[in-house]
């Protein structure tokens, strides 16, 4: 994939210290930026996770959102999420071999099969019509979280050298992102499904699906047309998982 000149990209606003940078673009954005601009947060007081989980960002690591405004309905500007998951591992490959890193349903980059990165994506209503989207980005560069409620990683762990600095591996991450949102434009959500999948974990194996009220086993088949999850049960019948926690190799 061609790179993308740099003064195409957005900008990026490196942010010493912030409560949160997706509470920062939730800001800006209902303040009348539309963006698209990079929030970088050197350190972050309280970070979130998805369902409200707290996210430990640790000194060294990254933690960035992107704000921007898209046209797009909100079941297709959920999209971004895949887009934002490309361009994790696209960023990590950069760093570790790419054999490692893989994607977990519905956006959890995995570097040798443990849980690296996380990716929070909030809307709402801009002022100038459509949507803000800010799409939230931790990645463990540096140091994996102390308390973490699954098994954790970080870049340094597979680097024989110093893991980048969270502005070096920003710039690193916007360029990606931006490859992937122009494939997503020009190409719509096909391209990303495809390419998703090529790196995907734990496709065709056994996975539980905790959902909101219930839990659900069966088989991972892939993505549907709109990013869902098939899940083939063992009666044959195919589910659709639209949002919850997958996980693999539970007995």
Known sequence: ????????????????????????????????????????????????????????????????????RTDKP?????????????AVADML????????????????PLLGGLKVSGILIESGASPQGGLWLAVGIGVNLARKPIDSERPATSIATYREVPPPHPTEAAEVLAGAFERWRRTW?????????????????????????????????????GLDNDGALRLRLDDGRVRRITAGDVFFGVA
């Open 74 to 86: 909100p079941a297709e500007a959920a999209q971004v999420s895949f887009v934002a998951a490309l």
């Open 185 to 221: 434009t020009s190409l719509g959500f096909p391209a990303i499904a495809d390419a998703w999948t090529a790196r995907a974990h734990g496709l065709g194996e056994p996975c539980v699906a905790r959902l909101g009220n219930e839990t659900v086993e069966g088989i991972a088949e």
């Open 1 to 68: 994939m061609t790179g993308v000149p740099p003064a195409t990209l957005p900008s990026i606003v490196v942010l010493d210290e912030i409560d949160s940078t997706n509470a920062e673009a939730r800001r800006r954005a209902e303040a009348g930026e539309a963006g698209p601009v990079w929030l970088l947060g050197l350190r972050q007081t309280s970070g979130r996770g998805r369902r409200g989980r707290a996210w430990e960002t640790g000194e060294g690591n990254l933690a960035a959102t992107l704000l921007l």
């Open 93 to 108: 490959a950069h760093y570790v071999p790419a054999s490692l890193v893989s994607l977990k349903w519905p956006n959890d």
